[in-house]
């Protein structure tokens, strides 16, 4: 299982985990999301936010992926997006 608890700040790089259902082993940076995003999307608090689910308090963040990303639909792409914490992996700069 992955750590749900995982805190990023602005600028912070990050990879998403290959076990996420989109994404896949992209890195990118930990970004603010945009405004459109946090005036229709509750809970954000700078760069990320939480959201209640059935497995508890999850924590999204807003990334800026390095290279564009088809979603799990294959729609897409999409330079940037909310990601679970659990799926961020800390990358060196």
Do not use: C
């Amino acid at each position: 299982m992955l750590n749900m608890d995982k805190h990023f700040s602005l600028g912070d790089r990050i990879k998403v985990s290959d076990k996420h259902h989109w994404a896949k082993g992209v890195m990118g940076t930990v970004i603010h999301p945009p405004t459109s995003v946090v005036e229709f999307s509750d809970g954000w608090r700078g760069v990320h936010r939480e959201v209640p689910s059935l497995r508890g308090r999850l924590l999204f963040y807003w990334v800026r992926f390095d290279s564009p990303q088809l979603d799990a639909d294959g729609d897409g792409l999409y330079a940037e997006g909310e990601i679970d914490s659990s799926y961020l992996l800390p990358i060196g700069t």
